[in-house]
């Protein structure tokens, strides 16, 4: 049962979009999957109190003070949000379950800055074999000087870009409703799917 985490200490830059969309691939594909969420906000519970009852289900995973509940049995799947500031003791109890890290980073020089110490202990980490870790970019388009500057650096710490992810309406539309692109028609989120391939592919593997 992977347990793969989003998370970055930056608040802003597409996490809970990014895990509730990714909860929403393992649905589609008929695994029983748990959305966690250790945000004081609960970005992620309030979007699946908007999902319809009739799509793929997703269910909340309860974490409140640190305490992770134990999901049920026959669970195959977790996707944990975390908050702005993740870090601490928070961020040493999460690493302790995660099979997975995937970082959503916007390509400015700010957001780098303000998460570079985080992403160097995640390397730390990755370089131990204590978790996989990824970088994902966040608004975005790919073969851009701003995607080959997030690739160099991210690249330099020993780390893979899993992908690129463009600045786009549709997520934001969709989350109104409780939806993820795997809930549309394929037609009409099609140039965002495509983008999620290689993602998905690295989040899948055991």
């Known amino acids: 049962m992977p347990v793969i985490v989003v998370a ?13 969309n990714l909860a929403g691939y393992f649905a589609a594909q008929g695994h029983k999957v748990m959305l ?19 799509l793929p289900e997703i269910r909340a995973w309860d974490i409140e003070d640190g ?19 993740f870090g601490g003791k928070r961020f040493d109890k999460v690493m302790q379950i995660a099979d997975k890290v995937i970082v959503p980073l916007q390509p400015s020089m700010f957001d780098i800055l303000a998460t570079q110490d985080f992403l160097e202990r995640l390397a730390e980490r990755k370089k131990k074999k204590q978790v996989d870790v990824g970088v ?10 701003a995607a080959d500057q997030l690739q160099n650096y991210v690249e330099n710490l ?3 870009v899993l992908g690129f992810i463009r600045d786009t309406q549709n997520y934001v539309q969709l989350a109104a409703h409780g939806r993820t692109l795997w809930d549309v028609p394929p037609g009409r989120v099609e140039k965002d799917i495509e983008q999620w391939q290689d993602v998905i592919r690295w989040a899948s593997r055991v």
């Not at 970055?8 to 509730?20: I, L, R, W």
């Not at 966690?36 to 009739?54: E, F, H, N």
């Open 136 to 145: 994902l970019g966040m608004r975005v388009h790919t073969r851009t000087r």
């Open 158 to 160: 020993g780390l893979p």
């Open 36 to 54: 966690g969420d250790t945000d004081v906000q609960q970005s992620s519970r309030a979007w699946l109190a908007l999902r319809p009852q009739a």
């Open 8 to 20: 970055n200490p930056k608040g802003g830059v597409g996490k809970s979009t990014f895990a509730t």
């Open 67 to 85: 305490h992770v509940a134990k999901p049920p049995k026959g669970t195959t799947h977790i996707v944990l949000d975390t908050p702005a500031g």
